[in-house]
């Protein structure tokens, strides 16, 4: 079926073009709320946005200055990803919302191509992925990816793609040439080789299996490609087997980096979500995952301590000398957790004006 046919709110009789109905939903700049067949269960809230750059708060140790998140919601349904908070902003819930209903900034590479063209722009790098993910499943339809990193090269814009999705292997041939143009950084997040694990807990996602091929392609095609082995899984992806068997496929794909950190609990959304799934998919470990995390967000000191020890480790066995890139290492304070990121997500020849990994709390503020 036509996906126009598929529109909870389709545009009504005589409307113009570009098929701007009333708000479904107290959205910005709504234009209509699609579901279909292809993709069932999740629902695509269609916005025109006012702008796509996003400012990254001064003081927050990212190393970028901006961001563009052209998807807000997402369909990976990873139980412990970090940015559920902010869908509370548009009135969804952190939960069962934040997975199936799909903001999508339908004109965002349109946007972005005026805000780039504006005299002040000053071609700092621009970073893709950081608060939901780019190539979600939702970007096969939409195509909005490639307009945006096409904008970003032509006006000279250094770029950095972080993201989950093998549908980013579609773009490799434009990846390809905007990496004469400008400096291109790319990364992918795999934090486990489960494949059953995987499929539980981030049960939109590409398997650990896909997402390595992905690694292999983008250096088969000269391309860098960093991995953020995030998060850790306590008692579930942190043992000798599983680290030994991350790393070493992290190795065996080419992987040009790696930063690995523990799990990090954000009340307010992920705490709360993700305790509720191992309650239902591991109760014999929601006890000790209440005691290890307490109230907070982090791990306790100790075994984050713990945990440092064995990413080292197992860094160093599989060719991952830099003993850096491991994240929340500041173990006094935690909130001020300082972390490389891995060597090919960041551009090549970016000034490294803070090597420093972003908060998650400060990573969800950014869509």
Known sequence: MRWDAQALMPPPAGAAADGASPALLPLAGLVRSVTT??????????????????????????????TINPYRGCSHACVYCFARKTHTYLDFDAGQDFDSQVVVKVNAAEVLRKELAKPSWGRHQVALGTNTDPYQRAEGRYRLMPGIITALAESGTPLSILTKGTLLARDIPLLKSVATQVPVGLGISLAMTNEALSEAIEPGTPGPRARLKLVSRLREAGLPCGVMAMPILPWLTDGDEALDSLFSSLAAAGATGVTAGALYLKPGGTREWFMKWIAAHHPELAGRYGRLYGAGSYASKEYRAW?????????????????????????????????????????????????????????????
């Open 37 to 66: 067949p292809e993709f069932a269960g999740i629902t695509f809230h269609e916005v025109t946005a006012k702008s796509v750059l996003n400012k990254v708060p001064a003081g927050s140790r990212m190393p970028f200055e901006w």
């Open 307 to 367: 945990l440092g020890g064995r990413i080292r480790y197992f860094k160093a066995r599989h060719g991952f000398s830099d003993s850096s890139g491991f994240s929340h290492r500041d173990l006094d304070d935690p909130r001020n957790e300082e972390a490389e990121y891995p060597a090919g997500i960041i551009p090549a020849g970016i000034p490294p004006a803070a090597a420093d990994t972003p908060t998650p709390a400060t990573q969800a503020t950014l869509f």
